[in-house]
């Protein structure tokens, strides 16, 4: 049960940081997690004695990792608490911080999100053994099926997940800090690499290392401070199927909402806004069909509309409403504890009027959406 | 040359057992309160859907029609897989009523809504072991019979 308390504390963004994403052999997830930490916190203009608690996601930097990023910064006394909750790592972490700050239990809060990636595709254990056994691990198959599914219902082609390719791609060679900052072309991504069908390389996103910090407070101190509208996780609703979590779906108790509108409705409500109040959107492109159903499934637009809309460049930077602005998961790459945080760090960009060349036209309210095994689903609402 | 007895055995006990009348059933677990089912079947006696302690074991026929299908192309990564690549993986669901994730028999032919049936392969071979796991194909009875029609 939702209950509103007149006592809750707003809560802001003031300062926040990513370093570049790609392969850094030799560089340690420590030395990635502490740049972001020293620069998030110059950005904020605060001190580091002035932080009163950290959230640290992580998904595979082993047993207190974010005490040893916090360690090269130099401990404080204060709560560290590791948040490892798959590709939605971040937005947990995100999510923990805001919280506590809103509850008036802190109020200054680092969250922050790193990764080095392995290499290959990502080993999720989001599955039984058996199932891991048997190969039904690959997240770019289990993808395909929900793609297959997709197709059938709404009629969508494989030139329209390629579009999605092409339009973030093009996001992303105007991001310095993304992986990739090259365009593709709808041929490139139909001629790369089949992976699963009908999934090629170029519907895939790339790996990558990368930390994101974040510092929340309730007392901002510059205009620069972005307010958190609202910040919600939602874990798995019975009956869904979520195939990258070895789930399928229940044939006769089929539920009346998804994870994915759950999380989103609440996240509007909470926020005193709905779907059409909102002028920028970090979608989930893991896989590029994802992000439309995607955008779909958080209310943008009728089920099986976001193909035809992508045409029209209704989600490009000069759309009405864009959509993965700093190229995506398919550009900046999949470091997963810090992806989720990286879409947020895009959203307060863009509404503080710093995104660069990647610039929207005046926005004032933005959405940032994770998911991923587990299940997740996590909104996170900001406003200028 | 000697023939050398090899031994078969399960990737995991409790997929499947072999009926008197020598076919593999998949086994799993039914809510005798809402008519939900399982698989594999479940161990803690509480159903997921209504939850009641309600649930007893059942034998799905291995019988069922495939939703969709993709080739997997790459290796699975972890190390956790010992089977063929590229295989075949899809959704089936079976004539009971549920959806499971299964490899499908290398066929080209198979296609998304196709009737299929279980079986039980090999799915690598391990020391002297032969590992063992469901699989569907493309149901046999149907196929001989779109032939006989099409003669």
């Known amino acids: 049960m939702m209950v509103n308390n007149a006592q809750w504390k707003d809560v802001y963004v003031q300062g926040t940081y990513t370093t570049k994403w790609g392969f850094f052999p030799g560089v340690s997830t420590s030395s990635m997690g502490a740049e972001a930490i020293v620069a998030a916190l110059k950005d904020a203009q605060i001190k580091w004695g002035e932080v009163d608690a950290v959230f640290a996601g992580s998904v595979y930097q082993g047993t207190a990792s974010g005490h040893r990023v916090v360690g090269e910064v130099g401990f404080t006394g204060i709560p560290i608490v590791n948040v490892e909750n798959a590709c939605s790592s971040g937005a947990t972490a995100f999510r923990l911080a805001y919280d506590s700050i809103r509850l008036g239990q802190y109020k200054t809060v680092l969250a922050i999100g790193f990764e080095k990636m392995p290499r290959g595709p990502i080993p999720s254990t989001a599955f039984p053994s058996w199932q891991l056994a048997m190969g039904f691990n690959v997240q770019p198959a289990n993808y395909a099926l929900e793609t297959m599914e997709y197709m059938h219902q709404y009629g969508a082609t494989v030139e329209d997940f390629a579009r999605v390719s092409v339009k973030n791609r093009r996001n992303g060679s105007l991001n310095p800090n993304a992986r990739f900052q090259k365009d593709v072309t709808v041929e490139e991504v139909l001629q790369s690499a089949m992976v699963a069908s009908p999934l090629r390389l170029l519907n895939c996103c790339p790996l990558a290392d990368g930390a994101v910090a974040m510092i929340l407070t309730n007392k901002p101190t510059n205009d620069r401070a972005i307010r958190v509208a609202s910040s919600v996780l939602a874990s798995g609703v019975y009956g869904e199927e979520s195939y990258q979590s070895g789930i399928t779906a229940s044939v006769h108790h089929y539920p009346s909402e998804g994870i994915v509108e759950k999380s989103a409705r609440e996240a509007y409500e909470k926020a005193g806004c709905g779907p059409e109040d909102i002028h920028v959107v970090q979608a989930y492109d893991s896989m590029g069909p994802g992000e439309l159903w995607d955008i779909e499934k958080l209310g943008f637009c009728a089920r099986g509309a976001a193909p035809e809309l992508l045409r029209e460049g209704v989600f490009d930077l000069t759309g009405s409403l864009p959509v993965n602005t700093d190229g995506g998961l398919l550009s900046r790459g999949h470091p997963l504890g810090a992806t989720a945080l990286a879409q947020i760090h895009e959203i307060v960009l863009q509404l503080r009027g710093e995104a660069g060349h990647r610039q929207v036209s005046d926005p004032k309210v933005g959405l940032a959406h994770a998911m991923g095994a587990g299940p997740n689903s996590a909104v996170t609402i900001l406003q200028r | ?151």
């Open chain 2, 1 to 151: 040359m000697a023939n050398i007895e090899r031994k078969a055995i399960p990737i995991m006990d409790g997929l499947w057992q072999m009926e008197a009348d020598d076919n593999p059933h998949l086994m799993g677990s039914r809510c005798r309160a809402c008519g939900e089912m399982f698989f594999p079947r479940k161990t803690l006696n509480f159903c997921m859907h209504c939850h009641k302690e309600s649930l007893e074991e059942i034998l799905f026929s291995g019988k069922g029609r495939v939703l969709m299908l993709t080739k997997v192309e790459r290796q699975p990564a972890g190390g956790f897989y010992k089977g063929e690549v590229p295989y075949t993986y899809g959704i089936v669901q079976l004539d009971e009523g549920i959806n499971i994730f299964s490899q499908l028999v290398d066929d080209s032919t198979l296609s998304a809504d196709e009737r299929v049936e279980m079986v039980v392969v090999k799915l690598y071979e391990e020391d002297e072991h032969d590992v063992m796991t469901f699989k569907f194909k493309a149901d046999s009875t149907l196929r001989e019979g779109v032939r006989d029609d099409g003669e």
